[in-house]
């Protein structure tokens, strides 16, 4: 049972983190190397309401807005003159990424901080004690795959970015203001990013670095689950979160662990480039 809870647990952490990217580089074929960073900030949008005094809650309600914010004057400035360039996108937020991390290391320092949990002990599920906030990762990684999935299929904005997503000058055509849709699009998928980061501060240490790791694994999830599908990346979040889970119970050893899970995914990407769960047009 550990090991299902465990293994639920780190797909939804996987798909939590990934969500946002699969926005900005699946939807908007925007490679943003800056997606760390914005998750990061999200981290330290939780440390400022900390350090305010104000309860766990508050960090979560702050990150997307304040990440969010961040992200339409990133869109507005960096990334809206390079729609038709998709590839310089990687130089202008490897750019952002430094920029972004030498910003916070000025204000805050180099050194770890921590944030507190909105959620402390255990409870039990079927005879085994788990903690809660692992299971509130979970619920919460529903909800807001639940709300993506109704903006993208059941709203007139998500009607909107699809067109624009498979035919801008059509869109424009049909009188949809495309510079509104970029700008709402890449907002969502960086407050996704900040509410992220927010959600997985007690569980980690907060440092001006801790971008990368989490950017790696959001590319991987994105990739073999299929770039343009967000049901993909569902199941390439579900995918990569089994794996490791069970490779980690077997082998006991966390970097042999992720050496073996990377290779996979090399495995996977160079088998099925479109991804696993994407069906290749004819």
């Not at 939807?27 to 999200?42: C, D, Y």
């Not at 996108?89 to 290391?105: D, E, F, H, N």
């Not at 997503?165 to 849709?181: E, F, L, P, Y």
């Not at 709402?184 to 996704?192: D, E």
């Amino acid at each position: 049972m550990v090991v299902f809870l465990n293994a639920l647990s780190s797909s939804m952490i996987l798909i939590l983190v990934s969500l946002g990217l699969g926005i900005i580089f699946g939807q908007m074929n925007v490679f943003n190397l800056a997606h760390g960073e914005f998750f990061m900030l999200g981290a330290y949008a939780a440390v400022i309401t900390g350090l305010m005094g104000l309860p766990p809650i508050a960090g979560l309600i702050f990150a997307p807005l304040f990440v969010g914010l961040i992200g339409i004057v990133v869109e507005r400035l960096l990334i809206r003159p390079l729609y038709a360039r998709p590839m310089d996108t990687l130089l202008v937020t490897w750019g952002l990424s430094m920029v972004l991390k030498q910003l916070i290391q000025l204000i805050f320092g180099a050194g770890h901080r921590n944030a507190d949990a909105l959620f402390t002990g255990s409870m039990n599920i079927f005879g085994t004690e788990y903690p809660i906030y692992r299971i509130f990762i979970i619920v919460i990684t529903l909800a807001l795959l639940g709300i993506v999935f109704f903006l993208y299929f059941r709203t007139s904005f998500g009607l909107k970015m699809r067109m624009v997503i498979q035919n801008r000058q059509q869109a424009m055509a049909m009188g949809i203001n495309t510079v509104s849709v970029d700008r709402m699009t890449f907002a969502l998928g960086s407050a996704l990013a900040g509410i992220a980061g927010a959600i997985m501060t007690p569980l980690m240490f907060i440092s001006p670095e801790m971008g990368a790791s989490y950017l790696t694994n959001s590319f991987i999830v994105v990739i073999i689950g299929g770039v343009s599908s967000l049901i993909g990346l569902v199941g390439g979040g579900m995918t990569y979160g089994i794996a490791k889970t069970i490779i980690d119970f077997v082998i006991a050893n966390s970097f042999l662990t992720n050496i073996i899970v990377l290779l996979l995914a090399i495995v996977i990407i160079r088998l099925k480039p479109n991804g696993i769960f994407t069906r290749k047009s004819r």
